[in-house]
């Protein structure tokens, strides 16, 4: 079962990966309906290069798409130091990063 939270979703439950954490090895649903075009971007990229088992994209800066939260479960942060794991999002997201100010991002490493 695979954990996929939208804007909505997340601003009801601020603690999502500690209270409703599933995680599988399957792969994820396509995007939410409700992101926005730079979530969506973002999202999608995530989804192809690291197979996440829970992915969660939000755009915190307001609606303007320049901060973004990202929270990702993936086998492919497994054994990696936390600053590789960040290293591995940041090269695949180099293009959105000349648009963006800030990023918040957690990664979740599988076994």
């Known amino acids: 079962m695979l954990t996929i939270l939208s804007r909505r979703s997340l601003l009801r439950s601020t603690v999502f990966y500690n209270a409703n954490r599933t995680l599988s090895t399957t792969r994820p649903e396509p995007p939410p309906r409700d992101l926005s075009e730079g979530e ?11 197979t996440p088992t829970e992915l969660l994209v939000q755009d915190v800066s307001g609606g303007c798409g320049s901060f973004y939260a990202i929270t990702i479960a993936s086998t492919a942060f497994k054994g990696l130091p936390i600053i590789k794991q960040h290293r591995l999002v940041n090269d695949v997201l180099k293009q959105e990063f000349e648009g ?3 990023l918040q991002l957690k990664t979740i490493p599988l076994s």
Request: glycine residues 8%; hydrophobic residues 30%.
């Open 100 to 102: 963006i100010h800030g």
């Open 40 to 50: 969506q971007n973002i999202y999608s990229k995530l989804q192809e290069k690291f």
